[in-house]
């Protein structure tokens, strides 16, 4: 399993980033797949939650309303498009699945919200 995030940055508040995690090793489609991310001196937090076939997503409070999660089985990619973000966006992102008790992570992504 191998899962490679990609398309953080300094953004300003209020600003837009899409992430994408790239996965490989596995039979992508048949996986749930989380966003999750930590900011310094806390503990990592889920942030969004997508089925294997994208029908059921689901959001941390902070996200709700801000951030989208997709898919695109064909391409073995999962997004987060993030929107209207603001400082306490600031954190490193990890795309995850699991299966039979065993979570697989990337290396994260850097997403840094300050003017």
């Known amino acids: 399993v191998q899962l490679v995030e990609s398309g953080g940055g300094l953004v300003q508040p209020g600003g837009s980033l899409r992430l994408s995690c790239a996965a490989s090793g596995f039979t992508f489609s048949t996986y749930a797949m989380r966003w999750y991310r930590q900011a310094p001196g806390k503990e990592r937090e889920s942030v969004a939650f997508?089925?294997?076939?994208?029908?059921?997503?689901n959001y941390a409070d902070s996200a709700k309303g801000r951030f989208t999660v997709s898919r695109d089985n064909a391409k073995n990619t999962v997004y987060l498009q993030m929107n209207s973000l603001k400082p306490e966006d600031t954190a490193v992102y990890y795309c995850?699945?699991?299966?039979?008790?065993?979570?697989?992570w990337g290396q994260g992504t850097q997403v840094t919200v300050s003017s």
């Open positions: 997508i089925s294997n076939e994208g029908g059921t997503t």
């Open positions: 995850n699945t699991w299966r039979w008790g065993v979570d697989y």
